[in-house]
T-cell receptor, first 113, second 117 residues
């Protein structure tokens, strides 16, 4: 079992739709949960991170973590064509090992105008 | 305000040749990390370096791969005697020396894509 599982998609939605992206993880020791966006042929760009369980909102983006079910979600409201990219979830320990991010494979999202 | 700079962006090597990938961290960042993204796979941690020190190389293959971050100049990931399985995107990331929060926020470069023929 991989430590972070993510449905690779692809996922195609019309402009303006609400997008839900999800990951599961298996390592109970993970404390930080991140979402990165990666455009084609570019490096990953951090969207947001969450510590432990809870929600975090930033503009049209909301990240949720449920540690009891080991479930990580990213919601995108009012999706735009510019949101078309691959979204990577990642998890890490806290403290000394926090630089070792464990990534999912990424979900490719297309927002159709 | 340049971000993490990687070069070359694309590199083609024949089996048995050497590949050298370079990374200059963001200004003010002193910690460098290398990750590898194999086709259809997620990014995997390889190595963590500070100036003149390898802090954690637990993700590096035991043979043919080495990394350095000298006192002057960029960090270098070196792959000797490349094989087809080394074909991948190699990403460098950097972070500042002190973290305001507990999360280690990494800034990634655009990557170097190695193709082994």
């Amino acid at each position: 079992q991989k430590e972070v599982e993510q449905d690779p998609g692809p996922l195609s939605v019309p402009e303006g739709a609400i997008v839900s992206l999800n990951c599961t993880y298996s390592n109970s020791a993970f404390q930080y949960f991140m979402w990165y966006r990666q455009y084609s042929r570019k490096g990953p760009e951090l969207l947001m991170y969450t510590y432990s369980s809870g929600n975090k909102e930033d503009g049209r983006f909301t990240a949720q973590v449920d540690k009891s079910s080991k479930y990580i979600s990213l919601f995108i409201r009012d999706s735009q064509p510019s949101d078309s990219a691959t979204y990577l979830c990642a998890s890490s320990y806290s403290g000394a090992g926090s630089y070792q991010l464990t990534f999912g494979k990424g979900t490719k999202l297309s927002v159709i105008p | 305000n340049a971000g993490v700079m990687q070069n070359p962006r694309h590199l083609v090597r024949r089996r048995g040749q050497e590949a050298r990938l370079r990374c200059s961290p963001m200004k003010g960042h002193s910690h460098v990390y290398w990750y590898r993204q194999l086709p259809e796979e997620g990014l995997k941690f390889m190595v963590y370096l500070q100036k003149e020190n390898i802090i954690d190389e637990s993700g590096m293959p035991k043979e043919r791969f080495s990394a350095e971050f000298p006192k002057e100049g960029p960090s270098i990931l070196r792959i000797q005697q490349v094989v087809r399985g080394d074909s991948a995107a190699y990403f460098c990331a950097s972070s500042p020396p002190d973290r305001a929060s507990g999360a280690n926020v990494l800034t990634f470069g655009a990557g170097s894509r190695l193709t082994v023929l």
